[in-house]
C-alpha cells in the first residue's frame, strides 16, 4: 500500500512500507510540519490583473501555501486574486507588501464561498482562517474583520475603532501638559440614579441612568 498525504502535504506512510527511508521521510516530514507552523514565505504576484495560485507539494517544503506567514510582494497593475487548493484546512497570516493602487484577493481555487480581499489602499496584514468547511464552496474568514481594533494616530492620540473604521471613542493627550487637572462638574439637581451625560457640543449635565442606588453600591465595590 503506497503512501497518501494530508491536505497540506505531510506523508502518511502505510505500515512496512519505505524500508530504509523511513528515517528521511519522517525527517522531511518534521521539516513541513515545521513550515505549517512557523514558516514563512515571499510569493511575488506583480502585474496586470491574474490569479496566482499558492500550491502544496506532497512530501516536500516547496509548496506556495505550506507556509503560516505568506507576504506577497511586486508591482501589481491590475487586481489580484491569490487561491489555495479547496481541501486545505489552516490559519494563515497574509501580509500585502504589493505597490499599485488595486485590490488583492484571497480565495479557494473555485467555489462560492466567502473570501477577504485587500482593499486598493490596504497595504496591512490579514488573519485568515480557511476553513475546508464545504466540498464544493469551502469559506475564508476575515478572523479580525469584525474586531474593535484599536488606532495609534500619533504619540498623543489613540482610537478605538470598528472593522469599518466607525470610532467608539478617542483619548487625545493635550499638547500642553499641566501638572495641575481641573474638572468642573454641573450642579445635581439632588435626584439619585443619575450620571453624568454630555451632548454634542461637549456640555455636561446629569442625567437619568436607570442606576438605583443597590447598583451603584455594587459598581462602587466592582470598580474599588
Known amino acids: 500500500m503506497a503512501s497518501t498525504y494530508t491536505p497540506l502535504g505531510i506523508e502518511l506512510m502505510a505500515t512496512g512500507e519505505n524500508a530504509g527511508t523511513w528515517g528521511t521521510k519522517t525527517n522531511n516530514n518534521l521539516s513541513l ?14 502585474g496586470g490583473a491574474q490569479t496566482t ?34 481541501d486545505v484546512e489552516t490559519f494563515y497570516i ?10 488583492v484577493q484571497f480565495k479557494y481555487a473555485t467555489g462560492s464561498g466567502s473570501s477577504t480581499t485587500f482593499s486598493t489602499t490596504d497595504k496591512g496584514t490579514k488573519v485568515v482562517f480557511a476553513k475546508a468547511d464545504d466540498g464544493t464552496n469551502p469559506n475564508i474568514e476575515d478572523i479580525l474583520s469584525n474586531s474593535s ?60 441612568a436607570g442606576i438605583g442606588i443597590g447598583k451603584a453600591i455594587a459598581m462602587a465595590i466592582v470598580f474599588g
Open 94 to 103: 497574509i501580509k500585502n507588501s504589493t505597490s499599485g493602487a488595486h485590490t
Open 149 to 208: 481594533t484599536i488606532n495609534l494616530v500619533n504619540q498623543n492620540e489613540v482610537r478605538f475603532e470598528d472593522a469599518s473604521g466607525g470610532e467608539y471613542v478617542a483619548l487625545k493627550a493635550p499638547t500642553t501638559v499641566s501638572s495641575n487637572l481641573t474638572l468642573t462638574l454641573p450642579s445635581s439637581d439632588g435626584t439619585s440614579g443619575q450620571a453624568i451625560t454630555t451632548d454634542g457640543s461637549g456640555a455636561l449635565s446629569f442625567a437619568d
Open 33 to 46: 510540519l515545521a513550515e505549517l507552523t512557523g514558516g514563512f514565505a515571499q510569493v511575488s504576484i506583480a
Open 53 to 86: 495560485a499558492l500550491t502544496v507539494d506532497d512530501g516536500a517544503t516547496t509548496g506556495t501555501a505550506q507556509r503560516r506567514m505568506i507576504e506577497l510582494t511586486g508591482t501589481i497593475t491590475g487586481n489580484q486574486i491569490v487561491t489555495i487548493p479547496n
